[in-house]
């Protein structure tokens, strides 16, 4: 008969209150004591998925005054680590909990991950000994995925403990006197405010809070949603992952993805963003941290964004001329609300695209739902840099500055760069043909007089037929006499098809596509060239004779 057992604090996992008994009780014999406790033989008390809990609740629940599975739901990490599952498995799982352990493992546990070792927030720890008397290990500091303290704010340490080093090992007491060593690496502000949100909501999981207070629930927020937001094309019901998966890395950024040790491949399909918009029972084989994560991401980014986005549209048709920032980093103005001309450019993928054009002659096109939190437009593509763009980045250039560091001053792609230096932006744009497209009906002698500038003395608009039996001879002819100029080379180098082909100026497209109309040039190629033996008989044949 137990005649003492310690009551249970607020956010205690049960092993601290049992560690806590031992301590108090000055047990010496772990496994002995917990037969006492259990009512039959147990090792000790599991962190991440205790067992046996009805057997121990029949000989301390009159201390604990708490049923088997209020202890189950207040003291473990159940309510955490099953949140998504389905019904059956969480009946399973509790059923696992209640009897005693009959193998090393389970089939339930799979949702249950070991953690990285013991946290503790040391605010907490001098806390806890004000108010209760002693610190103890906190259930809301151990859950899987969280690194920071919801209440104060503070990074987790890691305190040592026997307990991960032997299996047979059971959990300590947690002390002031405990050593502790931070393990986060250094990060920005904003990983921080995203632990930090990750935590509170955390906590709400293990509070029974997170159903009724995180809108999540994809289900319940229809696929209509989303595929607003991302539409995949015009009058689709498939909603653009590719898209919405480029936000969601772009949110979080990849150093808050390797802390969560969630490691994300985009584009992958199996990656386990895309499994989130997948059926009901492929959501629920992810783990708890991933719906949290998924969560952040909807109740920040995706639905202020969707509420946003028809506002900013209405305002966008109702008043064409509204102020909107300037993007150019090359004018003083820049960040100013001085941009008034907006006209509709195009639809694309069932969104209209809006054309931004400001008085210093730069230009920019932006989707019509794309809008940061402040309602301005989200640049998606330089239209017209205008003349002070042009200045700056010829100016920085002559300075001796490299393309990427111009690029990222002036916050554009160092494509476009090059394109400015070269003079080549923007490109005249062309039909399929070649032909230029210009914004009026163009009459055959302008186009002609197009073609004339570059060097091109014909009418495009009358094509003959290719002779393809002359080329066939013309090409063969070329192609051994490029093979016997290229073998005369000093030093020697292998006579290959790809060197005879480049000589001649062939393309790939013959010898891949066409084989049936150039049979005499591959039989040219076939025979001059040399493999890497006859290369190297040869090779040795030049030096014996020098």
């Not at 809301?140 to 090992?169: I, R």
């Not at 509070?207 to 995180?214: D, H, L, S, T, V």
């Not at 073998?487 to 006579?495: F, G, K, L, T």
């Amino acid at each position: 008969m137990i005649s003492y057992f310690p009551a249970a604090f607020d956010d205690e996992l049960l092993a601290s209150v049992v560690a806590r008994y031992h301590r108090n009780r000055l047990v010496s014999v772990v496994q002995a004591e917990n037969e006492k406790l259990y009512g039959q033989r147990h090792q000790r008390t599991s962190v991440s998925m205790p067992t046996n809990i009805a057997g121990l609740q029949a000989n301390v629940g009159a201390y604990l005054q708490m049923t088997s599975s209020e202890m189950i739901d207040k003291l473990t990490f159940f309510p955490y680590d099953y949140a998504h599952v389905s019904s059956v498995v969480r009946k399973n799982a509790k059923k696992k909990m209640l009897v005693a352990a009959t193998g090393r493992g389970s089939a339930v546990a799979r949702f249950v991950k070991r953690p990285i070792g013991m946290k503790v927030c040391l605010d907490c720890m001098h806390t806890d000994a004000l108010t209760v008397g002693t610190p103890f290990w906190h259930r809301a500091h151990n859950v899987e995925g969280v690194h920071y303290c919801w209440l104060h704010g503070v990074e987790l340490s890691l305190a040592a403990t026997e307990y991960f080093d032997d299996y047979y090992k059971p959990l300590e007491a947690l002390h002031l006197t405990t050593s502790t060593k931070p393990y986060l690496s250094s990060h920005s502000e904003r990983t921080r405010q995203l632990l930090m949100e990750f935590a509170r909501r955390a906590n709400s999981y293990l509070n029974g809070e997170a159903q009724k207070k995180i809108a999540y629930n994809i289900d319940s927020l229809g696929r209509a949603f989303f595929t607003r937001m991302y539409p995949f094309a015009a009058r689709s019901k498939r909603i653009d992952l590719t898209a919405m998966e480029s936000h969601f890395i772009s949110f979080f950024g990849e150093q808050f993805f390797e802390i969560m040790n969630l490691q994300l491949v985009p584009g992958k399909k199996s990656n386990w963003f895309r499994t989130m918009f997948g059926t009901p029972e492929q959501r629920s084989q992810c783990e708890t941290k991933k719906h949290i994560v998924m969560s952040m991401f909807i109740d920040e980014f995706l639905l202020p964004r969707g509420r946003l986005a028809p506002k900013a549209a209405k305002v966008l048709s109702a008043n064409p001329a509204g102020l909107w920032l300037c993007q150019n980093p090359a004018a003083d103005h820049y960040g100013t609300l001085v941009m008034q001309k907006v006209e509709t450019s195009r639809m694309v993928r069932g969104r209209a695209t809006q054309v931004f054009s400001c008085v210093c002659g730069f230009s920019f096109s932006a989707f019509d739902n794309e809008r940061d939190l402040q309602g301005q437009p989200v640049l998606t593509r330089v239209r017209t840099p205008g003349e002070l763009f042009i200045q700056r980045c010829r100016a920085m250039h002559a300075m001796g500055t490299p393309l990427s560091v111009i690029a990222a001053d002036l916050g554009v792609d160092v494509r476009l760069v090059k394109q400015i230096l070269a003079g080549t932006f923007p490109r005249v744009a062309q039909n399929r043909k070649g032909i230029p497209a210009p914004k009026s009906e163009a009459t055959l002698a302008e186009i002609q007089k197009y073609w004339n500038k570059r060097g091109r003395i014909c009418t495009p608009t009358s094509s003959k037929r290719v002779d393809h039996e002359n080329r066939d001879l013309k090409y063969a002819e070329e192609v051994i006499s490029a093979a016997a100029s290229i073998s005369q080379q000093q030093p020697a180098i292998r006579v290959s098809r790809n060197r005879i082909r480049k000589k001649v100026g062939i393309s790939n497209y013959i010898l891949r596509e066409a084989k049936a109309k150039y049979p005499r040039t591959l039989d040219a190629l076939r025979c001059t060239q040399e493999t890497t033996s006859e290369f190297r008989e040869r090779a040795s044949k030049s030096d014996e004779c020098c």
